[in-house]
RNA sequence: GGGGUGGUAGUUAAGUUGGUUAUAACGCUGCCCUGUCACGGCAGAGGCCGCGGGUUCGAGUCCCGUCCACCCCGCCA
C-alpha cells in the first residue's frame, strides 16, 4: 500500500477535476451502506465530498467499518457524477470520489450527541465543546471571527496605526469592575491583576508618542454574565494623539464602513448622532435599537393637573416622568396579553403599566373612570396615535420609567416582528453625563471612566469643584450602538494633570490613594502629554452581529457558562496545598480543605 | 444576591385528575439491500425520570430543599 499524502480539501473538487487520482483526509460524516456499494461523506472544515465504494474494490471491506467521526485517509479517481444523480445542494455535489484505498487514520466513539441536531442543549455543547465546534455553524462563526480581526488589522495598518501588545499580568484599574487576581510567588502576599482594559497602557503609549495604536485586546472582568457577557473578552483597543471627538468618530466611521461592506456586503452610510438625554428621552436607554421606531412619548406636562392622582403626584414631583408609547393596530390586545407587559415593565422597576385602548366606538382602560373617553382620545392622538391603537404608560422616577418603557418597547419590537433584519442600524450616542451619584457611598463617580475630558463649557465647573453643578456636566464621551448593543465605547482623556486631579477630587480619591493606585500614571502625565483619545471595540459583539447569533458564546471558541465555568476543562478547580504554600496565601482556606 | 424557564433512554422531546411493563423520533448494535445523499427494510439493546428529603397504600407527576444549564434584574467605569 502506497504513501497517503493529502492533495485536495473535501471542499475542492469540481467536475473539471473529473478523472484525476485525489488523496483526501477527513472526518466521516455519514455513511449509507447499500449492501454492495457505500457511499461515505467526508467532512473538513472546507466542505464535504462523496466517497463512493464500489463492491469490485478492496476498500469495500474497510468502508464497512467505518462509522461517524472516524478520520480516514482514501485515495481515489474523481468521477463525475450522472446527471441524474449530481447533488445540486453540495459544493461538491457534481462529482464523487471513487474510492480505491482507505485507510482509518483514528477510530471515533459514538458522540454523546449528533453533530447534524442544532438543538442539543448548551451545557452538552460546552462539556464536548471540541465535538460542538466541528459543527459547520460553529466553524463558520469562528471563520468570520478570523475575518473580522484579519480586516480590522488590514485597515487600521493602512490608517498608519501599531499593533502593540500590553501586559496581562498588571497592576488593578481604578473604579472598575471586580479584578481577577493572580498571586505574585516572588512577591508573597501581592497580586496583579489581570486587565479589565489596557486602559492606562494605551495612554501611556500616547505620553510615548506612538501616535496610534491599536490591540485586539483580551480582557477579563469578575462580574456576572449575561448573553453577551463573558468574563473574559476581547476588545478592539485603540487610541489617538492630536484629535477630538470628530476625528475619533470619522475613523471609526470608515472602519464600519469598511468592515460591513466586506464582511456583511452592507453600505452603512452616514452613522447617525445623538445625545444621551436624546437616547434616553426617545428609546428609554442609551444603547436604543434604531431598527424600528415605537418611540417614547412625555406626557408629563400633560398630567400636571390630572385627577389620576398617581400621575399627578408624578408629574408634580422632582424627578418624576411619565412616559408611554403608542402600539399601533394593537387595540385587540387582550387582558393576558396586557398582564404579561406588567412583567415586561417590572423589570425595569416600574409599579404598574397603564394601557388606553381606542377601539373603534369603544375607549377601554383601567384608569377610565379619571379620563373621560374624549380627553383618552386627546392623549393618545397627542402621543401619536389613532382609533385602533393602544397607548401604554409608565408613571415613576425618570430612571425608572425609562428603563421600564425601553424594556417594553424592545419586547414588543420583538413580539410584533418590527424589527428590520435586513439592514443593521448604528448610531453614535454621545453626550454623556460626566458623573453619576452613587447614594449608597454618598459620591460622585465616573460614568465612563475617570481619565475622561469633560466638555470644554463645564471645566471651569469642574476646576472649581463646582458639585452642584455636576449633574449637568457632560463628557467626551461616545459609544458606537449597533442593532440595540453597545459595540464600542470611547472617550477624549484628559491631558492635563490639573483638570485630572480636579476629577480626583470630585470622585473622592485621596491624592495619596491615587497615588498608591496610579501614581506612576499620574506622573507621566507630568512628561508632556498629548491631547488624545480613542475607543474599545466589544469585538465579540461584532462578530456576533456579523454572525446573526445572540449568543456570545457562539463566537467564542471555548466560553464560560452563565457561573463562569468551563465545563469541558472543569475549571475553575481546586490546587494542590503546595502550590498555595509557594504562593504564600495559605492563610486563606485552600478548597483542598473544605468539608 | 434576586426573579423566570428548564432538567425523563446517547440526543431531542411526549407523559392526562398521582395508579399495570414510562412513550416517540433520531442516534446506537445486528442482519438484508448496487445509486444514495434526511438512503431504505427487518430485528434488537438502551431509563437511580438531575440529586436529597417529605406527603401517600402508591410519585416522572404533589410539597420542601439542593445542584446544573439558559434568560432577565442587580452588577458590568
Known sequence: MSEYKRSHNCGDLNAKDDGQEVCLMGWVD????????????????YGLTQIVFNPNQDSLHVAKDLRSEYVVAIKGQVRKRPDAMVNKKMQTGEIEVEASECKILSAAKTPPFQLDDDNVTEALRLKYRYLDLRRPKMQKNLQVRHLLTNHIRQFLNTQDFLEIETPILYKSTPEGARDYLVPSRVHPGSFYALPQSPQTLKQLLMISGYDKYYQIARCFRD???RAERQPEFTQLDLEM???DIEEVKELNQRLVSYLWKELRGQDVGTIPTITYDEAMNRYGNDKPDLRFGMELQDITDMMKSSSFKVFSDVANREGGAIKGLICPNASDFSRGKIDKLMNVVKKG???????????????SSPVSKFFDDASIKDIITKMGGKEGDIAFIVADDWGITCASMAALRLHLGEELNLIDTSKDAFTWVTDFPLFDYDPNEKRWIAMHHPFTAVKEEFLEDMLNDREENFPNLRAKAYDLVCNGYEIAGGSIRIHQNEV??????????SEEEAKQRFGFFLEALHYGTPPHGGIAWGLDRVAMILCDTDAIRDVIAFPKTAKAYDAMSESPAP???????????????SQTNKT
Do not use: N, P
Open 30 to 45: 455519514t455513511r449509507r451502506d447499500h449492501g454492495g456499494l457505500i457511499f461515505v461523506d467526508l467532512r473538513d472544515r
Open 223 to 225: 462580574e456576572d454574565l
Open 241 to 243: 494623539s492630536f484629535v
Open 349 to 363: 422597576g416600574a409599579k404598574g403599566l397603564v394601557w388606553l385602548k381606542w377601539e373603534k366606538d369603544k375607549i
Open 500 to 509: 485630572q486631579a480636579a476629577m480626583f477630587r470630585a470622585l473622592r480619591i
Open 575 to 589: 490546587v494542590d496545598r503546595a502550590q498555595l504554600l509557594e504562593l504564600g496565601i495559605t492563610t486563606l482556606k
